[in-house]
């Protein structure tokens, strides 16, 4: 079964910057889509950007031009450079296939405070 492995989270100000990054354990280059989804406190998990393997990403209204998603199918990663980032920002972020998730990793808490 695929595994996804987030690191990167922690606590940053309103208005500053994370990286965060996704070690698959398997090969990706043949999986079409990966995405970056987060679930705040009491919410539905949620799609925060996607890549397909041709390299086009997608991004939902609310993090577009804020949020900027790659992968490197070579190195079987996944990352999310998250910039200007808001106090709505605040979430556990999981990496995982799109538009059908597998099994979720334990993900990476992000939290926007000053």
């Known amino acids: 079964q695929v595994q996804f492995a987030e690191s990167g989270g922690g606590y940053v100000q309103p208005g500053g910057s994370m990286s965060l990054s996704c070690v698959v354990s398997?090969?990706?280059?043949?999986?079409?889509?990966m995405a970056w989804y987060r679930q705040a406190p009491g919410k539905s998990r949620e799609v925060v950007a996607t890549?397909?393997?041709?390299?086009?990403?997608y991004y939902p209204s609310a993090t577009k031009g804020r949020f900027t998603i790659s992968r490197d199918d070579a190195t079987r990663t996944v990352d999310l450079q998250m910039n200007d980032l808001k106090r709505d920002d605040t979430a556990v972020y999981y990496c995982?296939?799109?538009?059908?998730?597998?099994?979720w990793g334990q993900g990476t808490q992000v939290t926007v405070s000053s």
């Open positions: 995982n296939k799109w538009p059908s998730a597998d099994s």
């Open positions: 398997e090969d990706i280059s043949n999986i079409h889509s």
């Open positions: 890549v397909t393997r041709y390299k086009t990403t």
